[in-house]
């Protein structure tokens, strides 16, 4: 009895050495993941640095305008393109009066599609260009 005893400490021994053994070289394991993880970690750190440095550098005012004057051509705004609210009336922002609109300006918009080209682009001009859309207010100057 004695001997069957001692034969299954044993046995329990090994097993235990074996799963210690198995515990071990997966710490390790993970711990050289968490080395690598902290080694990206560092590397997106210096890459986001560097992409914060680029967009600063590219949002600087005086480069926008520049852009602005060289690509957009846009002219200062009239006087008769500025409104006050106490001009404005609900009808201007009705949203499916405008939707009406901008669904009539699509076929003949599509119908007119062309490439831009250097010979179709129009030359520059003094007018300016306004953009709207389905929220903006549309009032024409009369109103």
Known sequence: MLRFVNICLVLGLVALAYVIYQVKYEARALDAEIAQLKKDIETERDGVAVLRAEWSLLNRPER??????KYLKLAPARPSQLVTLAT??????ERSSLAAKEEAAKPAAAAKTVAATPETVPPKTKTPILATSAWSATVSPGE
């Open 88 to 93: 404005l009336k609900d009808s201007n922002f």
């Open 64 to 69: 926008i305008e520049r852009l602005a004057e």
